[in-house]
């Protein structure tokens, strides 16, 4: 079952979402997944629509909302801020616990990209049941503050992403987050799976999380994988990854 769904963020506003829900069962284990920088609740080419009904399938739910500032969320995207990110991951989460299709000790937290990042940040305060990084951005935190310093300098404080408006304002929020400091102290299972071809995430990061996370952390890659996952081999191996690190935590 699929369905459409709304919760109201700290700050008053709507965030939108969906749910996928297996067909037979209750209190699912659910995964919170969190999409990537510019991205939205469907992922690049719908990859997290197909991978929440595959987890359905298999008797996971999946839970999938636009951050604010994002897709059909309230909210511009030159306004959100990577602490405002923190703080819809602990909503969105604290909400989940609520529903009754979720068991409430079960719920996983995901995330791609800069969602791995975020995810990875929340992890220690929202201490979720496992914890799933897709080629977490971690580098784009490295530079953030000078790089946000040289363009003011230049009396810019705006940069247009494809029609996007994105404030030098958020990379200044984003410096209180060094990545590998802030995740640390999260102790439950983890799995982190990195495409061999991914321009954008090194292999140095993920082995940096995975050293992190000790031994409760399995690190995968999927050969020739790009970053978004993106052929049909790749996200039939990423899925199978993640459906088999699910099953082993039941």
Known sequence: MIKQV??????GHVLRGIVDIPDEGSRFPAIVNVHGFTGNKSGYKNSYTQTARFLAKHGFASVRFDLFGNGESDGEFEDMTFTGILHDIEDIINWTKQQDFADPEKVILSGQSMGGYAAATAAPRVNPYALILMCPGAGMWFGCKERAEAMEAKGITSADIEGLCFATSFNHDLYQYEPFSSAAGYEGPV?????????????????????????????????????????A?????????????????K
């Open 191 to 231: 799995l982190i799976v990195r495409g061999t071809a991914d321009d954008l995430v090194d292999d140095a990061t993920c082995h940096k999380y995975e050293t992190l996370y000790s031994g409760k952390c399995t690190y995968q890659t999927i050969e020739g994988a790009n970053h978004n996952f993106a052929s």
């Open 233 to 249: 081999s790749a996200r039939k191996e990423l899925n199978e990854s993640i459906l088999t690190f699910l099953q082993a935590l």
């Open 6 to 11: 709304e919760l109201t963020n700290r700050s």
